[in-house]
């Protein structure tokens, strides 16, 4: 047998939440979506959460929700799972990399400073329309500088928290610290609805885009016919709401300074290279491994110069299991 990267902890509740939901025969969106909106939004403060079929959705829906296009730039971290530059692309606008700090996988505040600068100083900085920092592996380390450093320029953030339901950045949960936050509830997230995402904001015009966005440009009273796309949630959000109540959200999981594995290590920083063949011996030893989160800047369509720390094959993270067992993984 080989024990798995991850697998959900699901039980006999769950099935149970499920089952209701079939019952009802209300399999798309419906009162437990929206119990479960209500409960994401609790949990971070905001005002909204919108439901969408996945992170990579919510992503988009926020960029769309901004008005970014094309002539548009989006400053973003190397070092992510695809989804996070991609989303920048099928929206026409152009992804401009920001390096990572190698102590926390996360974008370094510092070089988006000096990124920012010089395109201040280029007369460029009006065609930056959002900064979307990644909370890596669920990692917050260092999210509210880069939050601090976009304000200055008036530049609104987008955070990436697909790993980061729960976690919290100096209390403040992940999520609320930008202008749109936007989770994942893939099978290899704190919790999950098989496929699904989130968007959370504060702001009652962007939340409003993203309820019409998700449903034809069709909503209760309004109908957008140049704002519409199909990006709803199934009733298996149902069975987050279940999670969410029978688990609550995990407690800070990220450490100002530290990647998560290497504070594990008592070391700095982790940079694993021959990675294919770590790949492999762990493999050997029945664990499951996998990759996922890559120098984004070398396999989208946007190549770029190399920036350092992304360009490694770094990666290793644990992860607690709900069960309270923990589970190493590779990325991802
Ligand atoms: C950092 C990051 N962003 C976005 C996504 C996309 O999430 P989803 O699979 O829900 O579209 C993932 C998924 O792994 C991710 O890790």
Request: charged share 20%; proline share 5%.
């Given at each position: 047998?080989?024990?798995?990267?991850?697998?959900?902890?699901?039980?006999?509740?769950?099935?149970?939440?499920?089952?209701?939901?079939?019952?009802?025969?209300?399999?798309?969106?419906?009162?437990?979506?929206?119990?479960?909106?209500?409960?994401?939004?609790?949990?971070?403060?905001?005002?909204?959460?919108?439901?969408?079929?996945?992170?990579?959705?919510?992503?988009?829906?926020?960029?769309?929700?901004?008005?970014?296009?094309?002539?548009?730039?989006?400053?973003?971290?190397?070092?992510?799972?695809?989804?996070?530059?991609?989303?920048?692309?099928?929206?026409?606008?152009?992804?401009?990399?920001?390096?990572?700090?190698?102590?926390?996988?996360?974008?370094?505040?510092?070089?988006?400073?000096?990124?920012?600068?010089?395109?201040?100083?280029?007369?460029?900085?009006?065609?930056?329309?959002?900064?979307?920092?990644?909370?890596?592996?669920?990692?917050?380390?260092?999210?509210?500088?880069?939050?601090?450093?976009?304000?200055?320029?008036?530049?609104?953030?987008?955070?990436?928290?697909?790993c980061a339901v729960g976690a919290t950045v100096e209390g403040r949960p992940a999520g609320s610290l930008g202008t749109i936050g936007c989770f994942s509830f893939h099978p290899r997230k704190i919790i999950t609805t098989g496929e699904?995402?989130?968007?959370?904001?504060?702001?009652?015009?962007?939340?409003?885009?993203?309820?019409?966005?998700?449903?034809?440009?069709?909503?209760?009273?309004?109908?957008?016919?140049?704002?519409?796309?199909?990006?709803?949630?199934?009733?298996?959000?149902?069975?987050?709401?279940?999670?969410?109540?029978?688990?609550?959200?995990?407690?800070?999981?990220?450490?100002?300074?530290?990647?998560?594995?290497?504070?594990?290590?008592?070391?700095?920083?982790?940079?694993?290279?021959?990675?294919?063949?770590?790949?492999?011996?762990?493999?050997?030893?029945?664990?499951?491994?996998?990759?996922?989160?890559?120098?984004?800047?070398?396999?989208?369509?946007?190549?770029?110069?190399?920036?350092?720390?992304?360009?490694?094959?770094?990666?290793?993270?644990?992860?607690?299991?709900?069960?309270?067992?923990?589970?190493?993984?590779?990325?991802?």
């Amino acid at each position: 047998m080989t024990i798995p990267v991850t697998r959900p902890v699901l039980g006999d509740s769950e099935l149970a939440a499920i089952a209701s939901v079939l019952d009802s025969g209300y399999l798309v969106q419906g009162s437990r979506v929206a119990e479960f909106e209500r409960i994401v939004a609790e949990h971070v403060g905001l005002q909204h959460a919108v439901a969408v079929s996945s992170c990579t959705s919510a992503l988009r829906v926020a960029l769309l929700a901004l008005g970014i296009g094309s002539g548009h730039r989006v400053i973003v971290a190397p070092y992510s799972w695809v989804a996070t530059a991609n989303v920048i692309e099928l929206c026409g606008a152009t992804p401009v990399f920001v390096d990572i700090d190698p102590s926390t996988f996360n974008m370094d505040a510092a070089l988006l400073r000096s990124r920012l600068d010089s395109l201040s100083r280029a007369g460029e900085i009006g065609s930056v329309r959002a900064v979307m920092p990644v909370h890596t592996f669920g990692n917050t380390a260092g999210v509210d500088d880069i939050v601090m450093v976009a304000d200055e320029f008036s530049i609104p953030v987008i955070e990436d928290a697909a790993c980061a339901v729960g976690a919290t950045v100096e209390g403040r949960p992940a999520g609320s610290l930008g202008t749109i936050g936007c989770f994942s509830f893939h099978p290899r997230k704190i919790i999950t609805t098989g496929e699904g995402g989130m968007l959370v904001t504060d702001d009652d015009d962007l939340a409003g885009f993203a309820r019409t966005f998700r449903n034809h440009g069709q909503r209760v009273g309004v109908a957008r016919p140049d704002v519409h796309e199909h990006r709803r949630r199934a009733a298996a959000h149902a069975l987050a709401a279940r999670h969410v109540h029978a688990a609550p959200f995990t407690a800070q999981r990220g450490a100002r300074g530290r990647q998560p594995g290497a504070e594990r290590a008592g070391v700095d920083h982790v940079v694993l290279r021959g990675r294919a063949f770590l790949m492999r011996m762990i493999e050997n030893r029945r664990l499951d491994t996998t990759t996922a989160s890559r120098n984004v800047h070398r396999s989208g369509r946007t190549r770029t110069a190399t920036p350092r720390w992304s360009n490694s094959p770094i990666g290793s993270a644990h992860r607690r299991t709900p069960s309270g067992s923990t589970a190493t993984r590779l990325t991802k």
